[in-house]
């Protein structure tokens, strides 16, 4: 086998373009269930950030208003999901279900005025003098904004769960919503807002997958993704840089698969292409065996309505 | 209370408009069951313009609905049968992957007629068809033979099944005959439509030298990714210039319009029976998006040559002499591939490199 002309640092390139979209509906997702909120709409917010942001690109002819739409498209989409759960008390599982379908269809209609039109390009952020230098420059210097914006944002929300007052706020609500709500704090607001920003998250990575990964809008083009972030915040055990593990490692199976073919090895394609999937379910059931653990990780009142009786 | 209400009352609609409609007797209903969104712009597009020609060829006296997006298997039989009990007359089920589950809802609905695209399973309620788009193949094969530069043409693939297999061998074998260099770089993303993975399939062709995309696969993804790092590219199903207006040399366009005003047309005169169609250039089945005035006049008219040979049933893609991969004679000189032997097409012929998954 000849791997010399497999080129890894091209290969990185596209393993972060491929795993920034789940990374960044993984980390929304994270904050919605460690405030308590199990939202399976992620696939359906993504859909609709990716038509909205690409809606905004093209209309304002700027990327960067597209990202920002993306994530007011998310963000709007998941209020629809907050206000059922968090005021109706409806099943989280079916709304979320439902979300998915909804945006799916909504963003359908929503798109079809815009086949086949080409968005603005997302420039990449160069450094002068550092993208220029050798492998590194190429690596670490020259990806567009949403790579570092995405990276960032882990870091962000590490520090909000783990060092702020308001994430242990926010995470009481996910472990016992009882007792912060019998320390005075309103549960469903707190969850209602985790449950938007996880929307728009959700939206920033769709749109990241309309404006640069595959620059067109194309009905149903998230194709699964957002299924693939809800199983990497468990994979992760909601913990926010397992999540860039997670979504990195799934990201670099894609790719590798690809480019191994592209170089005219024979592998089975098939085999890699469920292998994702496979680690996924082999972590799955490695922490469900130990159910001290697992419980320890996951948030206690995960998927629970609550509703203050007094 | 106030949803549940605006929900019963929706659904209260909606039997009211089914039951009108059914109370409604006379026009031929036409269902047609689709594997990705109409949006697609592709494979599913072009079925859904063949619907459109059968609405505007009949008009009142006929009614069509669609389902799209199913995915194949189990949850396709569902759809099928309740489409059949709804008492749609002619059901078209548009993908592979629907043969089995054709064929079981088709034995529960003897006096319903099905239509399979690209399958090999027929019964006396369900006929076949499909185009042969391995004309069309050779066709942006020769062409993608003769406008690589790198020599490398870079193939993205679904899944390894005869319909894709053929397209390769026909697309290299035309390739082949214009530039003895080039070398087919096949990449297997096992899925029909997921943009993003088309598209990463795409830009790892193009890492690995290939200057010519081919797709079978049924996004736009790989032509605007093509389009991006200017390289040429085909559209898939229907013209997909818009995504690469510099990238698009030609494409391969599916015309299922006239076959499907034909067949409900044999539903109308009660004339309609199980048959087996594979049409090609010949009946007009497979056309071609305009050519790129990126392509040089020697290969412009070669390819406008070809396309007439095969028109006039005076050129057959699979002529011998052709090897298998493993260098063994399959088609002796002179000797034509049968469609039995083209529909089970399992093999890569001799220059291609890797393996045929299986």
Redesign the interface.
Same mark, same amino acid.
């Given at each position: 086998m000849d791997f010399s002309s497999l080129n890894p640092v091209a290969m990185i390139v596209l393993l972060i373009g491929a795993a920034t979209p789940i990374l960044l509906a993984a980390i929304g997702e994270l904050v919605v269930e460690k405030s308590g909120v199990l939202n399976l709409g992620v696939e359906g917010m993504m859909i609709i950030g990716a038509v909205t942001g690409f809606i905004a690109a093209t209309t304002f002819d700027s990327p960067m208003m597209g990202l920002l739409g993306g994530a007011v498209g998310g963000a709007l989409v998941s209020m629809t999901f907050g206000f059922l759960t968090q005021y109706l008390l409806s099943n989280q599982v079916a709304t979320g279900l439902a979300l998915t379908l909804f945006g799916l269809g909504l963003a359908a209609l929503m798109g079809s005025a815009y086949n086949g039109i080409r968005p603005p390009r997302m420039p990449r952020l160069e450094v002068e003098g550092l993208s220029d230098l050798p492998i590194v420059g190429k690596l670490l210097f020259s990806h567009d904004p949403v790579i570092y914006l995405s990276l960032a944002l882990v870091l962000a929300v590490w520090w909000f769960l783990n060092r702020s007052r308001a994430g242990l706020v926010l995470r009481a609500c996910g472990e016992n919503h009882e007792a912060a709500h019998s320390l005075g704090y309103n549960v469903q607001l707190i969850r209602f807002g985790a449950i938007m920003f996880g929307g728009a998250c959700a939206g920033l990575g769709g749109a990241y997958v309309s404006l640069v990964r595959v620059p067109q809008w194309t009905e149903g083009m998230t194709a699964g993704v957002g299924w693939i972030a809800l199983a990497i915040v468990v994979f992760a055990s909601w913990k926010p840089w397992r999540v860039i593990l997670g979504a990195y490692m799934f990201g670099g199976i894609t790719i590798l698969q690809l480019s191994l073919q592209a170089l005219g090895i024979s592998i089975s394609g098939a085999y890699l292409s469920m292998t994702p999937y496979i680690v996924t379910i082999v972590v799955l059931v490695i922490m469900s065996a130990d159910r001290k653990r697992a419980s320890l990780n996951a948030p206690a009142c995960l998927g629970r309505s609550f509703h203050a009786s007094h | 209370m106030k949803?549940t209400k605006t929900l019963a009352a929706a659904a209260a609609m909606g039997f009211a408009l089914t039951g009108g409609a059914m109370a409604d007797d006379h026009p031929v209903k036409a269902g047609f069951i689709y594997v990705? /969104?109409?949006?697609?712009?592709g494979w599913t597009w072009t079925h859904d313009q063949g619907r459109l020609a059968v609405e505007a060829e009949f008009g009142d006296k006929v009614e069509t609905s669609y389902v799209e997006?199913v995915p194949e298997g189990a949850d396709a039989e569902r759809v099928m049968s309740q489409m059949a009990r709804s008492g749609v007359d002619i059901i078209f089920t548009t993908s592979f992957g629907y043969m089995d589950p054709t064929i079981n809802v088709a034995a529960d609905f003897p006096d319903v007629a099905f239509e399979h695209a690209t399958g090999y399973k027929r019964a006396d309620n369900v006929s076949t068809y499909s185009a042969r788009f391995y004309e069309g193949r050779y066709v942006i094969g020769e062409i993608a033979g003769a406008m690589t530069e790198t020599n490398k043409i870079?193939y993205i693939a679904s899944f390894p099944i005869p319909e894709v297999v053929r397209g390769i061998n026909a697309a290299y074998l035309a390739a082949k005959s214009v530039n003895p260099d080039v070398e087919f770089?096949?990449?297997?993303?096992?899925?029909w439509?997921?943009?993003?993975?088309?598209?990463?399939?795409a830009?790892?062709?193009i890492?690995?030298g290939?200057d010519v995309i081919m797709q079978h696969t049924d996004? /736009?993804?790989a032509m605007?990714?093509a389009?991006?790092k200017g390289v040429y590219a085909f559209g898939q199903a229907s013209d997909m210039s818009?995504?690469g207006p510099n990238a698009q040399l030609t494409g391969i366009i599916d015309v299922w319009g006239p076959y499907y005003i034909e067949r409900v047309q044999a539903v109308m005169d009660g004339t309609w029976e199980s048959t087996d169609t594979w049409d090609g250039v010949q009946e007009g089945m497979v056309g071609f998006a305009p050519f790129s005035d990126k392509l040089p006049d020697d290969v412009r008219a070669r390819a406008e040559a070809t396309i007439a040979a095969l028109a006039a049933g005076e050129l057959h893609p699979f002529t011998g002499p052709i090897n298998k991969q493993d260098g063994s004679v399959w088609l002796a000189d002179g000797e034509v591939a049968d469609d039995g032997a083209l529909a089970g097409l399992n093999f890569y012929i001799e220059g291609i490199?890797?393996?045929l998954?299986n």
């Open positions: - | 949803f990705g /969104p109409i949006g697609d712009l997006s870079g770089k096949v990449v297997w993303v096992y899925t439509f997921d943009p993003g993975k088309e598209a990463d399939a830009n790892a062709l890492e690995q290939v996004s /736009p993804a605007t990714i389009e991006e818009n995504f490199d890797g393996e998954p």
